[in-house]
């Protein structure tokens, strides 16, 4: 089992992630102001991209399941963009 | 030997391939309708954590950390073992693939175990809305918001998890019976990916609940 | 010469059980079209009592409470339980996998599956309804819906989340099986509009109908546990519940309207013998309508609290949705134009959609203006537009769609002359009962009231005759399509002499839909040139 490539790469990419977990943690412990909360979700969007590309094979998985992963996200963030445009634009 | 040939494919499919193919899919269709129904509740976090953002942070400092933390830690480990899993049925391996899922069965529990009892303590500290709240820092209306945003974003993704425990479960079931093999193993990849997004969901939720103002 | 008995899906087995259990896709469509034509009269019996209240200025046939849960009521039922289901759920299940060459759908189970979440969440709001009713409009808007309202809010709600799951559904199963199900040689731009159409549709469902569901569930949780999430009073925003919930309801209307631009596509082909004009454009606006659709929602909010820089984006957005719905009806327009013209009714309930919704479209961009919409928002000039969209558009297109199907589905023909009658009939009630609305709201009658100021009255009661016409209207054919089951003429496999899959298998269809999967070598609607069809006229 050992000998097969891919599974190597499953357990280095697992590695990595818990890695990426320790690496969020011992940030969230330094105050870096506004930037926590940005470091924090960059950090977690690598991680559900490695698990996405990796572990949901996505990495060699035809177009079409690249748009509709990605258009998922993508119309998330219309929601996000057009609501916020909102409350950012008046006082709550 | 190993009768693993359930090739036979549903009668409005061609072969097993466009079955395969659209089961798969089919999965990631449904899990796009899931990113938008985990988004608007994310959405609503973000708003309001804009909105009171003190409020939020002191909420914040009645989660445990290092739970929340072991809790992130045993899904990344239950993808692992998920894809694990995927990979032994696709290569035929029998027993690899039982051993892999109940590996990632009993990581489940052990998420909903732990998130069990962060709920008690919840319960036993009064942080329940609706159920004699009472709040003692700043801005108790805020952080009610704070808690009742914890509480059903955690609490549908645990129900996702209990599902996702479900169907692995009947796999498990299945792989015991020879089900699955090289030429029919879509069920254990379309499930496999239903985990692992209820992975990513936790990757996301755990930071922005439980990691707001650590350091204070 | 008699016909013989061919086994068709139709009489393949009988009894309950071949019913309610299968997983034909077309035998669920019929499940479906008997269900919501139930839940149409159901909502047509709370707009009758609205319109019959409103033939006086006074309140006297209701009280001021229960006016409130008749609109609730009529909009809940007639927006979830008819129009969302309607074109997809019958003729989109019916129709896809033959318009496609296929066996079934993708998932058959999940689609017999998506047809008793319909049920389920349909027994749970009616029965919300009959025992208490709801008064707080079909948009739920907090904190009526989660703190004040007295009435049946939750189950009511809980029935709709349910309704979303089946809605879902039908669209994930139309998705994979338009993508991986298609014939040889049917490649996307040789596919006929109605089944882009599906497909757009479909594609919404699946981004949009997420959205309201947890919506519905936040407010469920906020009834339930008093807490405020959307209260101001507890320190939450009602405008993120509506934010959240026109995200989807915006989309939603085109969920309603798309299918039928669909159906009428296949309708103005087939009866002006023509292929469409701009069968790319067509394809690509029907598309572009799906996704701009997404873009818009803030419109409904203009005077509810949005700040003014987000209201004048959704009104620029609300102004670019037009364009592709514009393009359709040019294009329609164009394909009729030197079309060998024969007014079958399909055709009559086509151009009436072709009018009233450029009506209802036009309407719709003095809306998306912010100087006009602050006059008219909240008065019957609203509901005017949206019922000459959902009326004269959706509902058009989907009788226009049973009508011209029809035979393909029961192996019968309807009777034409009847049918014309009744298209006439419905065209009249309908304008008669919403234009007058237009002016009504344009004079300042508000809606959602049950009084209203004695000059208003005239108007009024014109609207209550148009009605009343229309729901006549409806009656005949729901009575004579009933009555051509038995009596109405057999029809053959391509009655219309149109093209398309569908018409090439017999009528009804056997259930595995074609004896052969058919190989396809050319575009859609490839009626020959009127040139060539002289030269054939020699008589052989």
């Known amino acids: 089992m050992n000998n097969d490539p891919s599974i190597r790469l499953y357990f280095r990419i697992g590695i990595i992630l818990m890695l990426l977990l320790a690496l969020t943690i011992s940030v969230a412990y330094i105050d870096l102001g506004p930037y926590n909360i940005v470091i924090a979700l960059l950090i977690a969007a690598v991680k559900a991209t490695l698990v996405g590309y990796f572990f949901m094979h996505i990495r060699t998985s035809p177009r079409l399941v690249w748009t509709f992963a990605i258009g998922g996200f993508f119309w998330l963030f219309i929601l996000f963009a057009l609501t916020f445009s909102d409350f950012l634009s008046r006082p709550i | 030997m190993a009768d693993h040939s359930q090739a036979a494919h ?135 918001i704070y808690f009742v945003l914890y509480f059903v974003m955690t609490g549908i993704h645990a129900l996702h998890l ?35 997004f209820v992975d990513i969901i936790w990757i996301f939720l755990y930071p922005m609940i439980y990691l707001i103002h650590v350091y204070r | 010469m008699k016909m013989e008995q061919n086994v068709d899906y139709l009489n393949v087995a009988y009894g309950p059980r071949s019913w309610l259990l299968s997983t034909d896709h077309k035998r669920i469509a019929i499940l479906y079209m008997i269900s919501i034509t139930f839940f149409f009269f159901v909502g047509g019996f709370f707009a009758l009592l609205m319109r019959l209240e409103l033939l006086t200025p ?50 058959p189970k999940l689609n017999l599956l998506s047809w008793y979440l319909y049920i389920i969440g349909g027994i749970f709001t009616l029965t919300a309804m009959i025992t208490g009713g709801v008064d707080t409009g079909w948009t739920f808007y907090t904190p009526l819906s989660t703190a004040y309202s007295t009435t049946n809010v939750i189950p009511v709600v809980t029935g709709i989340f ?37 497909y757009a549709t479909s594609i919404i469902i699946v981004l ?48 309603m309207v798309l299918p039928s631009m669909g159906v009428v596509s296949e309708l103005i082909t087939c009866f002006a013998r023509k292929r469409i004009f701009g069968y790319y454009f067509m394809a690509a606006a029907i598309m572009a309508i799906a996704a701009l659709g997404f873009l818009v929602w803030g419109h409904h909010m203009f005077v509810s609290g949005q700040s003014v820089y987000a209201s004048m984006v959704f009104s620029a957005l609300s102004y670019f949705v037009a364009v592709p719905s514009a393009i359709k009806v040019f294009n329609w327009l164009a394909t009729l134009y030197k079309g060998s013209i024969s007014f079958h009714t399909p055709l009559l309930y086509a151009f009436g959609f072709i009018g009233l919704f450029t009506i209802g479209g036009l309407t719709g961009l003095f809306l998306a203006a912010l100087a006009v919409d602050v006059h008219v928002t909240d008065t019957y000039f609203v509901v005017a ?44 009630g309908f304008n008669l009962t919403f234009f007058p609305q237009f002016i009504l709201g344009y004079l300042g009658m508000p809606r959602r009231y049950h009084v209203y100021p004695p000059e208003f009255q005239v108007l009024n009661v014109l609207s209550t005759a148009g009605a009343t016409i229309l729901g006549i209207g409806y009656l005949i054919p729901f009575t004579y399509l009933i009555w051509s089951l038995r009596r109405g003429k057999h029809a053959g496999p391509n009655p219309w002499n149109a093209t398309g899959l569908e018409w090439t298998t017999s009528s009804p269809p056997p259930q595995h839909n074609f004896d052969k999967t058919p190989i396809v070598t050319e575009g859609p609607y490839a009626y020959p040139p009127f040139e060539k069809t002289e030269v054939v006229h020699g008589g052989s």
């Open chain 2, 162 to 196: 209990l599902i996702g425990i479900g169907i692995m479960t009947w796999l498990a079931v299945g792989a015991s019976r020879n089900r699955y093999g090289p030429d029919y193993y879509a069920p254990v990849e379309v499930s496999g990916l239903y985990w692992h």
């Open chain 3, 385 to 428: 537009h949206f019922h000459y969209i959902m009326v004269g558009g959706a509902v058009m297109g989907y009788l226009g769609g049973i009508h011209y199907w029809w035979p393909k589905i029961t192996g019968r023909l309807y009777p034409e002359g009847w049918a014309k009658f009744s298209a006439l009939v419905l065209f009249v």
């Open chain 3, 208 to 255: 949009a109908t997420p959205v309201i569901a947890i919506t519905l569930l936040l407010l469920i949780v906020e009834r339930v546990f008093g807490v405020g999430i959307f209260n101001p009073a507890l320190g939450g925003d009602p405008l993120l519940f509506q934010h959240l919930f026109w995200f989807y309801s915006h989309p939603a209307v085109y969920i």
């Open chain 3, 162 to 198: 349910i309704l979303g799951f089946s809605s879902i559904l039908t669209g994930v199963n139309f998705i994979i099986t338009i993508h991986k199900m298609r014939a040889p040689g049917l490649t996307w731009f040789r596919l006929p509009l109605f089944i882009w159409a599906q």
């Open chain 3, 58 to 107: 006074q309140g006297d046939l209701v009280a001021a409470h229960t006016y409130n849960e008749l609109f609730s009521m009529h909009g809940i039922t007639m927006i979830f339980f008819f129009l969302i289901p309607s074109i997809p759920a019958v003729l989109g299940n019916f129709l896809v996998p033959l318009m496609i060459g296929a066996r079934d759908l993708a998932f």
């Open chain 2, 10 to 144: 549903a009668h409005q499919f061609d072969d097993i391939k466009q079955q395969h193919e659209a089961d798969s899919l089919g999965m990631w269709v449904f899990l796009t309708t899931e990113i938008l129904f985990f988004g608007a509740l994310f959405l609503c976090y973000g708003i309001y954590r804009h909105a009171y953002p003190d409020a939020f942070a002191s909420a914040s400092h009645y989660m445990d950390v290092i739970l929340g933390g072991i809790n992130t830690a045993v899904l990344l480990g239950s993808s692992l073992t998920v894809v694990l899993a995927v990979h032994a049925a696709q290569h035929g391996e029998r027993k690899r693939l039982l051993v892999f899922l109940v590996m990632t069965i009993v990581l489940g529990c052990v998420f909903l175990g732990i998130k069990g009892l962060e709920y008690s303590h919840k319960f036993a500290e009064h942080l329940v809305p609706g159920v004699d709240f009472q709040y003692a820092g700043p801005q108790p209306g805020a952080a009610e």
